[in-house]
Structure formats: structure tokens, C-alpha cells
């Protein structure tokens, strides 16, 4: 990543009014507003039934960067489970490649973001599994098994049915408590 790009990134950060983040996507950077109520229940939804199966060297983490110099990408994941020496820093960023997955609810007004940037982008980083939860079409859909440059595997289910998460976390979701917006 070209250090001019990570300076780009850092301004951008420093001068943005509270409730934004910021992300680099190549030489683009993604600015977003803060979530709403129900983005952040559907989070917490999500976020217990992970926090139940996780292995306990994995940490959830909620918008934490991670960072991929040589894919030249900083994401920011709604939550991601990385592990605990991972987190013992006073940055907040970390490689992506720690992450054990990334998970995404789609903000209603850059669903862009979340549906081609970041499903282009997290494979590139080196990020196993993508949960993506989408209130405004009632799914949630799992990419997974990525090769450097791809996902290769898309599941997709409608709030209410249940889906298979794989190891290391090895449970089924249940969505029957998601909201719509």
C-alpha cells in the first residue's frame, strides 16, 4: 500500500465529524455515517450467537481496521473475531489475515459498499468467511472458501430460516429475531 494513501486515510479519519468512519479501497476512499437502532440490534442479534460458538482465542471485535498493505485495502468490519494478541495493541488496526471472518450489515444508504466493494475486497485481504446481513432485502448471505482473488462458495437465506456457519465456529445462525428496515 503506497504510504501516501495510508496518509490520505489518516486525514480523512482526523476530519471527519463524529459518527463517520472511513475506508481505503485501493486508491478510493468509503466514507459512511453512523448506524441506526435497528442496524445495531441486528448486530447484537448476530454478535451473541457468535460470541456463543467462538473458540476462546478468538476475540469479537467491532469496527476494528483491518489492514492489508499488499492488497492495498484498510476494511472496517461491523464485528470481526481475531485473536487475543491481536488485539493487544493501542492501534486500531490489525492484518487482515488474522481475521477468522468479517461481518457486515448493509447500511441502507451505501449498500455498494457492503455488496461489491467489500465482497471484491475482503477475499484480496485474506479473509476466510463474509456474513452479510441485508435489513432492507431480509437476508443474510455467507461467502466463503476464497482463493487470494474470489469467494467460491455463496449461501444466501431469508430472515426467519437458519444457516450453517462454519469452523472454527461450527454453529447454525438463527435470523428469526432480525428487523427489516
Given at each position: 500500500?503506497?504510504?501516501?494513501?495510508?496518509?490520505?486515510?489518516?486525514?480523512?479519519?482526523?476530519?471527519?465529524?463524529?459518527?463517520?468512519?472511513?475506508?481505503?479501497?485501493?486508491?478510493?476512499?468509503?466514507?459512511?455515517?453512523?448506524?441506526?437502532?435497528?442496524?445495531?440490534?441486528?448486530?447484537?442479534?448476530v454478535?451473541?450467537?457468535?460470541?456463543?460458538?467462538?473458540?476462546?482465542?478468538?476475540?469479537?471485535?467491532e469496527?476494528?481496521?483491518?489492514?492489508?498493505?499488499?492488497?492495498?485495502?484498510?476494511?472496517?468490519?461491523?464485528?470481526?473475531?481475531?485473536?487475543?494478541?491481536?488485539?493487544?495493541?493501542?492501534?486500531?488496526?490489525?492484518?487482515?489475515?488474522?481475521?477468522?471472518?468479517?461481518?457486515?450489515?448493509?447500511?441502507?444508504?451505501?449498500?455498494?459498499?457492503?455488496?461489491?466493494?467489500?465482497?471484491?475486497?475482503?477475499?484480496?485481504?485474506?479473509?476466510p468467511?463474509?456474513?452479510?446481513?441485508?435489513?432492507?432485502?431480509?437476508?443474510?448471505?455467507?461467502?466463503?472458501?476464497?482463493?487470494?482473488?474470489?469467494?467460491?462458495?455463496?449461501?444466501?437465506?431469508?430472515?426467519?430460516?437458519?444457516?450453517?456457519?462454519?469452523?472454527?465456529?461450527?454453529?447454525?445462525?438463527v435470523?428469526?429475531?432480525?428487523?427489516?428496515?
Open positions: 500500500m503506497q504510504p501516501e494513501h495510508f496518509a490520505l486515510l489518516e486525514e480523512a479519519r482526523r476530519s471527519l465529524p463524529e459518527g463517520f468512519k472511513v475506508e481505503l479501497s485501493g486508491d478510493t476512499l468509503v466514507m459512511t455515517v453512523g448506524a441506526s437502532g435497528i442496524h445495531q440490534r441486528n448486530l447484537l442479534v454478535r451473541r450467537q457468535f460470541d456463543a460458538h467462538a473458540p476462546l482465542e478468538l476475540l469479537p471485535s469496527n476494528t481496521d483491518l489492514v492489508s498493505p499488499d492488497a492495498g485495502k484498510s476494511r472496517n468490519p461491523d464485528l470481526t473475531y481475531l485473536p487475543g494478541e491481536a488485539l493487544e495493541t493501542s492501534e486500531n488496526q490489525v492484518s487482515a489475515e488474522l481475521a477468522a471472518i468479517a461481518v457486515e450489515l448493509v447500511s441502507p444508504s451505501n449498500p455498494e459498499n457492503d455488496w461489491v466493494g467489500k465482497v471484491r475486497d475482503y477475499p484480496l485481504m485474506g479473509i468467511l463474509y456474513l452479510l446481513v441485508d435489513a432492507r432485502q431480509r437476508t443474510v448471505t455467507l461467502f466463503s472458501r476464497p482463493d487470494g482473488t474470489r469467494y467460491h462458495r455463496r449461501e444466501d437465506i431469508e430472515f426467519g430460516e437458519t444457516l450453517s456457519i462454519p469452523e472454527p465456529f461450527g454453529f447454525d445462525l435470523t428469526r429475531d432480525l428487523l427489516p428496515y
